[in-house]
């Protein structure tokens, strides 16, 4: 049997995932592409041999954002999964849908060409947790539709 190195899926539940194989290269992206495809300043990666990331749930749909890279994504509610390339036994897993993204730190920068102004200030800005920022009152009828961590 092997050992569960990480699980993860998308917002919703409708797709799921283990993964049995070493994390390598936990990255940011900035390139444009990835920005576009996250809808964010960069994308979060970390790479798993393609062997090694099993769908428990569900599978992603694909978009090929070029014409040797697929990105993974839940038809459903539209998290960005994956990225691959069609020639490396490699995938890379958005870190923001592992069960635990904590326990991956990115140790590298990729597409700098594209980083945006604001990315170096932004651990400056204020900030607030959701608890202070939502009265009590819509709290209390605010019920996420988000899966748990965990199956």
């Known amino acids: 049997m092997t050992d569960t190195f990480a699980t993860g899926g998308c917002q919703c539940g409708a797709v799921r995932y283990i993964i049995t194989e070493p994390f390598e290269n936990p990255h940011i992206c900035h390139c444009?592409?990835?920005q576009k495809a996250v809808?964010?300043?960069?994308?979060a990666f970390v790479s798993t041999r393609r062997s090694g990331l099993t769908w428990t749930k569900g599978e992603p749909s694909f978009f090929r954002s070029s014409e040797i890279?697929?990105?993974g994504f839940c038809k459903d509610c539209g998290t960005p999964l994956?990225?691959?390339y069609d020639t490396k036994d490699r995938i890379a897993v958005s870190i923001g849908s592992l069960d635990h993204p904590e326990a991956v730190t990115p140790v590298r920068q990729y597409g700098l060409e594209s980083c945006l102004p604001a990315f170096?200030?932004?651990?400056?800005?204020?900030?607030?947790?959701?608890?202070?920022?939502?009265p009590a009152d819509f709290r209390e009828r605010l019920k996420s539709r988000q899966h748990p961590d965990r199956d």
């Open 120 to 134: 170096e200030r932004l651990h400056t800005l204020p900030g607030s947790t959701t608890e202070d920022d939502i």
């Open 32 to 34: 444009r592409m990835c």
């Open 39 to 43: 809808g964010n300043y960069f994308a």
């Open 82 to 84: 994956t990225f691959a």
């Open 69 to 71: 890279v697929q990105r």
